[in-house]
């Protein structure tokens, strides 16, 4: 693959992007799930088609075919003349169920782009931008209350929120003694989220009520990576990884907005804007600690557990109006409350024969992977728990390590119990794997 056309497919990816973040800023669905109604709304599982369709690993992956985002001392798991870059797409389709009351969504979009090369014999680096959590959700009620109706007349009741969080990060590693490897990564979230929540009645005798929260925010944090590889025998090893993720302090604005409105009284107008840099240390992401342990076999095999903790009692949410629903008018009177998140997730790998010329599906990776997981806060003092199965593959294009990774996640969040909401869902991730060899010297005779 020629540079002329690795620059014309990262450019239409870059304007794909910007594309994707400026649709979110207006109001398009990233996701959409009635869980998305608290604090950041609904976390980003981080990672690449790669990683999600191994059930989420990646913290002790050290595969020089692929970039490997979860872990920045993976970096430097790569050739050292090669340039690397990761597309990838993601497809989340839910089925909702609350009682007897169903509902669907299905959204669409760009989940990553990642390009990475070498800075010095056995050092690299990477920068990418990927989304951090997305909010999407829409509640309408009426009023069935025969006695409020003959009253105030048919009472309307509406909930939306949107928006979406994204990190921007420059990561870089080093080997050592060529098992010990050490990586560093900056990171930036930016972003935006709406609320908006209004009741209405029929009659004009009352006062319709409007209620309005928005907010833009940007944080700076780190996250330092280690990973060290064990050889056992010619052909095996064992690969022990960790990973920190430092808390950072949320700066930018929260404006809200309370209007109550009659043709018979008139209209009063509530309008507040709050600095968050004028309060550090009010609204904060977390620290959050991952372990995890992988076994190879040569080229052909992989197997690899993870585990991640955060505890989200520390951010400040539960206190801040506009990422809290215990101070609002809303749809719903479920309590939420932040929690300690926790994950376990486990992944395969196999490929038949990867130097096969004659059968092409031999040279094919398949992967498999499985997670069970505590989301961040609780609803009624209920834990959210979920759990998925993973199933994809990557298809070899061309020369190289040029391919297409696919990825399938089949899984469910919460329950029909406790009036919560039983989300099952089907997500397909799609990552184009990019790999040329630029760094290298002509020689002519």
Sequence with gaps: M?????????????VLLCVSISSG??????SFTPYSVFGFGDLVTPGTAFNKSMGGVGIATRNHRHINIINPA???ARDTLAFMADFGLFSDNKLFRQGDIRSAS?????????????????????VGVAPVSGMGYK?????????????????????????????????ASVTFWKRLSVGAQLNFDFGAFNRESQQTF?????????????????????KFGLQYEQPLGNKSKIIVGATYRTSGNYKGYLESIELSSSTIATDTLSYKVDTLAHTPGRLRSVPELGFGVAFTMGDNFAAEFNYTRADWRESGIDDIPGFTTNKETTATSSVFRTSISQSFRLGVEWTPNRNDIRYYMKNVSYRAGLYYKTDYYTVDNHNIYAMGITLGATFPIYQWYNGLTVGFELGQRGSVQNNLVRERYFNISVSFNIHDIWFRKYYYD
């Design 2 to 14: 020629s540079r002329r056309i690795l620059n014309k497919i990262l450019l239409a990816a870059a």
């Design 25 to 30: 800023a207006q109001g398009a669905y990233g």
């Design 74 to 76: 993976a970096v430097s």
């Design 106 to 126: 299905n959204t669409f979009c760009i989940n990553n782009l990642v390009m990475s090369f070498p800075i010095y014999k056995s050092s690299a680096m990477m």
């Design 139 to 171: 509640y309408i009620s009426y009023l069935k209350d025969p006695k409020i109706i003959a009253d105030a007349g048919d009472v309307y009741h509406s909930t939306t929120g949107n928006g979406a969080i994204y990190e921007a990060f420059a990561a």
């Design 202 to 222: 029929s009659k004009t005798d009352y006062s319709g009520i409007y209620i309005g929260n928005t907010a833009q925010l940007t944080c700076f944090s780190g």
